[in-house]
């Protein structure tokens, strides 16, 4: 194979490695969430510490069981590996008065990690975590993604 022949080849095989490096980055990035959590199971308890939310939330949105959040990597975090925070996020319909929206609900959530000793790791390496509180912060609604 000649120079000129190879050249395609590598032209073709280094905009792969772009655009494999480019997915790894994305997927690695905060604002993409990762993982499945259940709207009922994991996120609704957070919401039911305040009660107008959680009225203004079940009053006004019909918001699907199944979403996403956050998941805390192995690397990152190696006794929390797997694990999810927020912010979530779930496809939900807002009944407004004319009619019924299609949108994307965002929970936020603030979070507090803890070493073995209960401790919360406040400066530091997170890789000492090994438990996670979240509390309710607020909620997003935006058009459907």
């Given at each position: 194979?000649?120079?000129?022949?190879?050249?395609?080849?590598?032209?073709?095989?280094?905009?792969?490695?772009?655009?494999?490096?480019?997915?790894?980055?994305?997927?690695?990035?905060?604002?993409?969430?990762?993982?499945?959590?259940?709207?009922?199971?994991?996120?609704?308890?957070?919401?039911?510490?305040?009660?107008a939310f959680e009225k203004f939330l079940l009053g006004t949105l019909k918001v699907t069981d199944a979403g996403s959040g956050t998941?805390?990597?192995?690397?990152?975090?190696?006794?929390?590996?797997?694990a999810r925070m927020g912010p979530y996020e779930f496809k939900a319909t807002w009944h407004g008065p004319d009619g019924d929206v299609?949108?994307?609900?965002?929970?936020?959530?603030?979070?507090?990690?803890?070493?073995?000793?209960?401790?919360?790791?406040?400066?530091?390496?997170?890789?000492?975590?090994?438990?996670?509180?979240?509390?309710?912060?607020?909620?997003?609604?935006?058009?459907?993604?």
């Amino acid at each position: 194979m000649t120079r000129a022949e190879a050249m395609p080849f590598r032209k073709s095989r280094y905009s792969l490695i772009l655009i494999v490096l480019a997915a790894l980055f994305s997927a690695t990035t905060p604002a993409r969430a990762d993982g499945t959590v259940s709207f009922e199971q994991d996120v609704l308890p957070l919401i039911k510490a305040r009660p107008a939310f959680e009225k203004f939330l079940l009053g006004t949105l019909k918001v699907t069981d199944a979403g996403s959040g956050t998941r805390i990597s192995e690397q990152a975090m190696p006794h929390l590996g797997g694990a999810r925070m927020g912010p979530y996020e779930f496809k939900a319909t807002w009944h407004g008065p004319d009619g019924d929206v299609p949108v994307t609900l965002i929970i936020d959530t603030n979070t507090k990690f803890f070493d073995r000793a209960g401790r919360e790791i406040r400066n530091g390496s997170l890789k000492q975590a090994v438990s996670v509180k979240e509390t309710f912060d607020s909620i997003e609604i935006e058009q459907p993604r």
